[in-house]
């Protein structure tokens, strides 16, 4: 989890260079948790076919609450970050290119799980 903050963190980084690349990062990684938890968890009602269960709005909303305040607490509160960054900033050129890789397919892990979860939802 750490490590998939800093490659986002190092992303936002090479994006843009001002701003707050640490709260680009946390923001990023808390929406990619949300859209996994929700993609799993309509593909698991899907699966069992338990169409008489819905998430409500409200669940779905205090949920998303929930997660961004516990990624603030693990990456952001009390500066947590500089030191993620400094444990793998030291990452050789091989470790570096393996993690770039691990983490783009994460990240399209996570849009093709969306989209296969709005698919089941619709027919």
Do not use: C
Not at 44 to 54: A, N
Not at 59 to 71: A, D, G, P, V
Not at 89 to 95: G, I, L, P
Request: aromatic share 20%.
């Amino acid at each position: 989890m750490n490590y998939l903050y800093y490659r986002f963190y190092r992303a936002a980084l090479f994006i843009r260079k001002g701003g707050d690349p640490e709260q680009r990062a946390w923001m990023v990684f808390s929406i990619a948790q949300v859209i996994n938890l929700y993609s799993v968890s309509q593909i698991y009602l899907y699966l069992f076919h338990r169409s008489e269960i819905s998430i409500s709005v409200s669940f779905s909303s205090i949920t998303s609450l929930m997660i961004l305040f516990i990624n603030y607490i693990l990456f952001l509160y009390k500066d947590k970050y500089l030191v993620i960054v400094d444990k793998f900033s030291r990452e050789t050129q091989k470790e570096r290119l393996m993690g770039i890789i691990l983490t783009y397919l994460y990240v399209i892990t996570t849009v093709a799980l969306l989209f296969y979860a709005k698919h089941l939802q619709f027919s």
